[in-house]
């Protein structure tokens, strides 16, 4: 049964960081590519980034570029996401998820329960 837990989340000021950790059970973690994805109050969701499983290729959305760190720890069985300059915009539901192929950013077949960061001063 494939399990994805998210922790590390909370409370930062704008500007801060946090890093969010997903532990990963249930399946061959370092055949599959690992992402993460956002679900703001009263938005969509939006996809922030993805890491194939080697972590050879790792792609961010525009949003995020230059502040956001996606890495992973194959022998761990978890996938990290260092966040940094937050702005309060990015206050959301962080969902970590698994994808359907070695590199499969965007196409993703199990979540997490997601866990909320709120950024506020």
């Known amino acids: 049964q494939v399990q994805l837990v998210e922790s590390g989340g909370g409370l930062a000021q704008p500007g801060g960081s946090l890093r969010l950790s997903c532990a990963a059970s249930?399946?061959?973690?370092?055949?599959?590519?690992m992402n993460w994805a956002r679900q703001a109050p009263g938005k969509g969701l939006e996809w922030v980034s993805g890491?194939?499983?080697?972590?050879?290729?790792?792609a961010y959305a525009s949003s995020v570029e230059g502040r956001f760190t996606v890495s992973r720890d194959n022998a761990k069985n978890t996938v990290y996401l260092q966040m940094n300059s937050l702005k309060t915009e990015e206050t959301a539901l962080y969902y970590c998820?698994?994808?359907?192929?070695?590199?499969?950013?965007?196409?993703?077949?199990?979540w997490g329960k997601g866990n909320l960061v709120t950024i506020s001063s």
């Open positions: 249930g399946f061959t973690f370092s055949n599959y590519a």
């Open positions: 998820a698994k994808g359907r192929t070695y590199r499969a950013h965007y196409d993703m077949d199990y």
């Open positions: 890491s194939y499983s080697d972590g050879s290729k790792i």
